[in-house]
Structures are given as C-alpha cells and as structure tokens.
C-alpha cells in the first residue's frame, strides 16, 4: 500500500496539511489511498509508510514529533 521512504521525503508544509486534515476528521485513520485521494493529499501515498496502521493519536504523535524535530 505505502512505500518505504519514511517521513523524511514529505516536505513539512505537507505533514502541516495531513496533521490538519486529520485534526478537522477529514482524513480517518488509519490513513489509506482512498482517504488521502479524498483530501487531495494522494501524492504523499508513497511517503507515509511510518504511519500505516496507526489510530489518530499516533499518526497525529508522528507528525507533532516530526515537525518539532525539524524546528
């Protein structure tokens, strides 16, 4: 389903969107294809494969750890 790049190829201003997306309940987890075509975010399919399987409060854990480490 996801490739194996990890987080380190979706550019910060995309995980801010994810986050978003998941925050308003636009985008269920666990995250699938069909869920990010839904919010326009399909292009990141292939970079998320650290948050496949995850609820909403790990993939939201992911992206807030990742974020704050880049900042």
Known sequence: MFGSHGLKAVK????KLLLKAVHR????????????ATTGLL????D??????????GVRA?????LAERS
């Open 12 to 15: 910060s201003s995309d995980l």
């Open 25 to 36: 309940g636009e985008l269920p987890c666990p995250i699938t294809r069909i869920g990010l």
């Open 48 to 57: 998320l494969d650290a948050l496949r399987g995850l609820d909403e409060a």
């Open 43 to 46: 292009r990141l399919g292939d």
């Open 62 to 66: 992911v992206i807030v750890a990742v």
